[in-house]
């Protein structure tokens, strides 16, 4: 079956950087989403990853590594907004989007 | 309006009540999508439609169809609602579809089936 893994709830410090893990098993891969999403709120987008490697988008970095199945998302010099959750999807062999159940970010002064 | 509208935002429905949730957006995209959210699981997919007129099934299509009779409205029909179904629905639209398309999400529709 097709399966996408992240930590339930991370505790970070403000000024921080934390670091969110995701990993997959997919039929096929066609692509990694992060979405960010606050509460009560619809999902944003953050990132988008096919090649292996660190995408960094001002604070925000995303990596890649196809031949692992894994991705993680990089947040640094962490704000109080940042608090959200954090969902890692992946596009399968047919387009369509597998989605985590979510990282919930919790930031402390 | 401005990117993806839903309606309504929340919504209390009796066991067995027929239930329509709206999604218009102006952005032109050809892609649609239903997701429900449910605590502790990722999105779901429902139905998608990857242009007007055609729609297909998602994930969890059970209990729920769509329709795409243009580029803008993809409704969400719910013919006999049963508890299982309270969830927060988000409707979503993207530019491309096959692709790498980024999705763009409404606000989302709270329902409680009771």
Redesign the interface.
């Known amino acids: 079956g097709q399966n ?1 893994d992240q930590p ?1 709830e991370m505790t970070a410090t403000e000024g921080a950087i934390v670091q969110i893990n995701c990993t997959y098993q997919t039929s096929g891969f ?2 990694l ?1 992060w ?1 960010q999403q606050h509460a009560g ?5 953050l990132s ?1 990853n ?1 090649l292996d490697g660190l995408e960094e988008k001002g604070r925000f970095s995303s990596f890649l590594s196809r031949s692992k199945g894994y991705s993680y998302l990089l947040l640094k010099e962490l704000q109080m907004k940042d608090s959200a959750s954090y ?1 890692c ?1 992946v ?1 399968d062999s047919n ?8 990282t919930k970010l919790i930031i402390k002064p | 309006i401005a990117g993806i509208t839903q309606a309504p935002t929340s919504q209390i429905l009796a066991a067995g009540r027929r239930m329509t949730l709206r999604c218009t957006q102006d952005m032109r995209h050809n892609a649609m999508y239903w997701y429900r959210q449910d605590l502790g699981l990722g999105l779901r997919l429902i139905h998608y439609s990857n242009t007007a007129g055609t729609t297909g099934k998602g994930e969890v299509p059970d209990g729920y169809s769509v329709s795409r009779a243009n580029t803008d409205d993809f409704p969400l029909t719910l013919a006999s609602a049963v508890p299982s179904q309270t969830s927060v629905y988000f409707c979503a639209s993207s530019d491309s579809t096959g692709s790498t398309g980024e999705l763009f999400f409404g606000e989302g529709s709270r329902l409680t089936v009771l």
């Open positions: 996408i339930t066609n692509g989403f979405y709120e619809a999902p944003t987008f988008y096919v969902l999807a596009q387009y369509q989007l597998i989605w985590g159940a979510g």
